[in-house]
């Protein structure tokens, strides 16, 4: 049960470590450039903007990419675009 607790602080603090280094990166820019997306060390996708229709629908169910991990549409990392798993063969043609 330790290592299980030990874990999940360890995991907590590498979000709020994320969290902090995506905000940082944000409020050093000027107001009017903020954009609340990017990505941190140009590795790791974020989004802290308020999500819509159209960025869930491309992120869970984008019929445009092949892609099987996208962005997430709100928050830090990557989710599961569903419709390549689904439709394989329509995502062959993409490519």
Do not use: C
Not at 64 to 86: E, H, K, R
């Amino acid at each position: 049960m330790k290592r299980k607790r030990a874990s999940n602080t360890f995991w907590r603090a590498v979000v709020i470590l994320l969290v902090a280094l995506a905000l940082r990166e944000q409020l050093r820019l000027p107001p009017e450039e903020r954009t609340w997306h990017g990505r941190i060390m140009d590795i790791i996708p974020y989004d802290f903007r308020r999500p819509t229709i159209e960025r869930l629908r491309a992120a869970f169910w984008n019929k445009d990419t092949s892609q099987i991990l996208v962005p997430q549409p709100f928050g830090i990392g990557w989710t599961i675009n569903l419709y390549p798993l689904l439709h394989p063969g329509t995502a062959e043609n993409l490519r």
